[in-house]
Every structure is written in structure tokens, then in C-alpha cells.
């Protein structure tokens, strides 16, 4: 990795500046990154009943918050491709690469820094085999990263975290202690963060346009978007068993990357909210 504390002609990069920061208060080892295992061809299928009465529950995201009452609602868990945050819908340049790490530093063990840096893999190689639009590609070093996958401590029930596509040149996929510590959802885990990495392509929650019958408010905060139709075991989903991408979400996922600009070059349009594109970092 190439020495961030140099002093270059150029101005340093928001990337640069927040790892050598990292280096100078955590040290240079702070830095070192996991060489992912190679991913199985096929990825493992996991016996879906719990093993433990403690795996049995819906774990929640905090990719999106406010985190919605729809955790405790008993209705089934409503399903759609929808995007959209503010007045924008964010996606990446379509046919873009991003280029992810995992670091290290933070893990509870070596082996979970490694099994971690495995299922993140699995779950980049499945988008991948898709084809939706945007590829992720493994790189040794962070400051080389999109984005990276750090350690994030203890969250409760919550699982894993991302982000979505914006223009920052360094971004932070978060996997918490819960993650590790039932066996479904550890066996599962790839599958947990092919949920993350819908939302970094620019995915919403399902749930997200829906209202609060006791508020009436829409769940969640951030404006939204539907595109394609609902599907109630959408990836993009909540449910007491690890996601799964379905053909609607490869489908929509798809048409979402695939919006051009008109005839008078105006901005693709998902009903009547603009396509904002950014290019990773």
C-alpha cells in the first residue's frame, strides 16, 4: 500500500485523509485487509430452521432509519424493487465497478475477520452472476477501495449495515457481534449481505413507501420510489429466514440500471424523480 503520509502535489482525497488518520491514531497495522477465500461455485445452502430459539426472530437494518414499526407488525412483509432518498434516485454510473476491502482491525477474531471477508465474497460473486448493472470486484488495498467492510461492535438484533450510492470516494459496510453469534444467521451470512448490497446499488426496503396505520406516516423518513412490482420475498425484504434475491429483483434491478436519458438528454426518470448518477470512487 502505498505510503498516504507523503506529501504529494495534488490535494489528498477524503479517502486519503480519513486512512491516514486511521493509521496515525490506531496505527499503520489498523490498515492490513483479508484475502477473501475463493467462492464456491455454487453457495452453501443452509438447513433454514433455527438452531436455536434466539435465531428465530426478524432482524433489522439500519441502513435505512428510522428503523420502522414494521418489525412488529403481523401482517406478511410487503415486497417491491422501490428506490429513491430526498429528491433524487441514487444509483452508480451504469456499468461501473466497485472496488470493496475488508479490514482486519476491530474483529472479535482473525477467523471471523476471515469468514466475514468469505461471505461479503459470496454474496459480491451472486450479484455478480446477475449481472444487474454495476460489478464489485475485491482489492487488496483500502485506499484502492469503494468501500469498506469494517467490524461495527455490538447493534442489538441488527445484523449488518451499508449505504447507498452517493458521491463520497470512500464508503463503510458495517457487520455487527449479532451477525456471529446465532448460528442461522452466521451460516447465512452471505445471504444477509446480499441484502446490504442491494442497498448499495441504490435498493430500498420494501416496506418503505408503506404507512403506519397507528401515525399514518410513511415508515420511513426518506422519499421513495417503486419500480417493478411487489414481491413479498423480495431480497429487499424483512423475515425470520435469511433473504433471498428473487428473479423480480434481478429483473427490476435491471431496468433500473438500464434508464437512459430522452431524446433532449434530460435525466432518466423513475415516475417523476430523477436518476442521479455517481461515479465510485
Not at 472479535?108 to 454495476?134: I, R, S
Request: one cysteine or more; proline letters at 10%.
Amino acid at each position: 500500500m502505498a505510503d498516504l503520509t507523503t506529501a504529494s502535489a495534488s490535494e489528498p482525497t477524503t479517502k486519503e485523509i480519513i486512512l491516514d488518520q486511521i493509521a496515525d491514531v490506531i496505527g499503520q497495522d489498523s490498515l492490513h485487509t483479508v484475502s477473501p477465500k475463493p467462492a464456491p461455485t455454487t453457495p452453501p445452502t443452509v438447513p433454514i430452521p433455527p438452531s436455536d430459539p434466539d435465531d428465530d426472530f426478524v432482524p433489522p437494518c439500519i441502513t435505512q432509519t428510522p428503523i420502522p414499526k414494521a418489525l412488529q407488525a403481523k401482517k406478511k412483509n410487503l415486497g417491491a424493487i422501490i428506490v429513491g432518498l430526498n429528491r433524487e434516485c441514487p444509483r452508480w454510473v451504469p456499468g461501473s465497478v466497485l472496488k470493496w476491502v475488508v479490514l482486519r482491525e476491530g474483529f472479535k477474531t482473525p477467523a471471523d475477520a476471515d469468514y466475514a471477508a468469505q461471505h461479503l465474497n459470496m454474496a459480491c460473486q451472486k450479484w455478480n452472476e446477475l449481472d444487474v448493472g454495476v460489478k464489485f470486484e475485491w482489492v487488496k488495498d483500502a485506499a484502492d477501495a469503494s468501500f469498506a467492510l469494517w467490524f461495527g461492535g455490538s447493534q442489538g438484533n441488527v445484523l449488518a449495515s451499508a449505504f447507498f450510492p452517493n458521491p463520497n470516494d470512500l464508503n463503510m459496510m458495517l457487520v455487527y457481534s449479532a451477525a456471529f453469534a446465532m448460528p442461522k444467521w452466521k451460516a447465512n451470512l452471505w445471504k444477509v449481505f446480499t441484502h446490504e448490497l442491494g442497498h448499495v446499488l441504490g435498493l430500498r426496503h420494501e416496506f418503505a413507501l408503506d404507512k403506519d396505520p397507528q401515525t399514518g406516516e410513511v415508515r420511513e423518513a426518506f422519499k421513495s420510489v417503486q419500480l417493478g412490482p411487489r414481491n413479498e420475498n423480495s431480497v429487499m425484504a424483512y423475515g425470520r429466514n435469511p433473504p433471498e434475491i428473487q428473479q423480480s429483483d434481478v429483473d427490476s434491478t435491471k431496468e433500473f440500471y438500464a434508464l437512459s436519458e430522452d431524446e433532449q438528454g434530460n435525466p432518466p426518470k423513475v415516475g417523476l424523480t430523477e436518476v442521479q448518477d455517481y461515479e465510485p470512487m
